[in-house]
Nanobody, 116 residues
């Protein structure tokens, strides 16, 4: 069974930075890709970034390219999302997710608020 737990959210000023973490309790973390999504108030959940099982392939939504970096530590079963040059429009609940064993798993989310 996979359980994802995010951490690292908070309140930051525009231009600031945060590092989000997502710990995976499953036993086969290194065999599947990991994803970050976000959902702003009143909006639909949207894809933010993904990383392959080995960490060699990453993908980002256009609006965060050059500002966000996804990475993973397979020994610690953790995926990270480094957020830099944050903008008010980045305010959202950030979720990590994965697909394995024929199912999609989501974490509970962590809030990121960008405000002056």
């Amino acid at each position: 069974q996979v359980q994802l737990v995010e951490s690292g959210g908070g309140v930051v000023q525009p231009g600031g930075s945060l590092i989000l973490s997502c710990a995976d309790s499953g036993s086969d973390f290194s065999s599947h890709a990991m994803f970050w999504h976000r959902q702003a108030p009143g909006k639909e959940r949207e894809f933010v970034a993904s990383i392959s099982s080995t960490g060699t392939i990453t993908d980002y939504r256009d609006s965060v390219k050059g500002r966000f970096t996804i990475s993973r530590d397979n020994l610690k079963s953790t995926v990270f999302l480094r957020l830099t040059d944050l903008k008010p429009e980045d305010t959202a609940v950030y979720f990590c997710a994965t697909m394995t064993h024929g199912a999609t798993y989501w974490g509970q989310g962590t809030w990121v608020t960008v405000s002056s």
